[in-house]
């Protein structure tokens, strides 16, 4: 099993900025496709970002893309999440999530793609 714990969250005005990070244990990371999503007040749980194993490959949602950067150290065991320009209604619970035995290549948008998952954290964006 694999625990994930988020960290990096809080609040911050528009326009400002973030960055998530979280912190894997247990297995071999390395081998962990990952993704970030986040459910804001009222909503379904949406996929934000997702990295392929060896950093090579990354996929945004449409609304965070030239916003936020993700990026992982495998040596750390840690993927990240940069959040940059902040705006409200990215006011969200950001969850980080792995996939164990995926596809060296692949991005994972969907979160039935994912077997574990931390607790969250979360970020509110004021305007």
């Known amino acids: 099993q694999v625990h994930l714990v988020e960290s990096g969250g809080g609040l911050v005005q528009a326009g400002g900025s973030l960055q998530l990070s979280c912190a894997a244990s247990g297995g071999t990371f390395s081998t962990y496709n990952m993704g970030w999503f986040r459910q804001g007040p009222g909503k379904e749980r949406e996929f934000v970002s997702g990295i392929s194993q060896n950093g090579g490959r990354t996929d945004y949602v449409d609304s965070v893309k030239g916003r936020f950067t993700i990026s992982r150290d495998n040596a750390k065991t840690t993927v990240y999440l940069r959040m940059n320009s902040l705006k409200p209604e990215d006011t969200a619970v950001y969850y980080c999530?792995?996939?164990?035995?995926?596809?060296?290549?692949?991005?994972?948008?969907?979160?039935?793609?994912?077997?574990?998952w931390g607790q969250g954290t979360q970020v509110t964006v004021s305007s």
């Open positions: 999530a792995a996939r164990r035995l995926g596809n060296f290549f692949t991005v994972y948008r969907n979160a039935i793609n994912y077997s574990d």
